[in-house]
């Protein structure tokens, strides 16, 4: 399975997790949680992610934000580098 990360931090936001700018409130009920991460092994009916609804009313254009952010094969996608480089600070 692989999600579209960006989607669903914008769905977050729009549920009430985050916000556009500083004096927006967060709604620490709001929120997405991801049960299926990039290279998983799904299963038809398997859970791909809960959505936590607040009491923002974006909550269907959220939603219907999420439901294309996975894309399920027969493949496993290649496995990526997590770190590229180390940066270290010279100690003297």
């Known amino acids: ?10 769905a977050a936001q729009m549920l009430g997790a985050g916000r556009l700018k ?9 929120g997405v949680v991801i049960e299926k991460r990039l290279g998983d092994f799904v299963r038809r009916g398997d859970c ?8 923002n009313n974006s909550s269907e254009a959220a939603c219907e934000r999420l439901k294309n952010v996975y894309t399920v094969g027969c493949v496993p996608p290649e ?11 010279n100690v003297k």
């Open 1 to 10: 399975a692989r999600a579209a990360a960006r989607e669903i931090g914008y």
């Open 22 to 30: 500083k004096t927006d409130a967060i709604d620490p009920a709001a």
């Open 48 to 55: 791909l992610m809960r959505v936590h609804l607040g009491t």
């Open 79 to 89: 496995k990526r580098v997590l770190i590229h480089r180390m940066v270290t600070k």
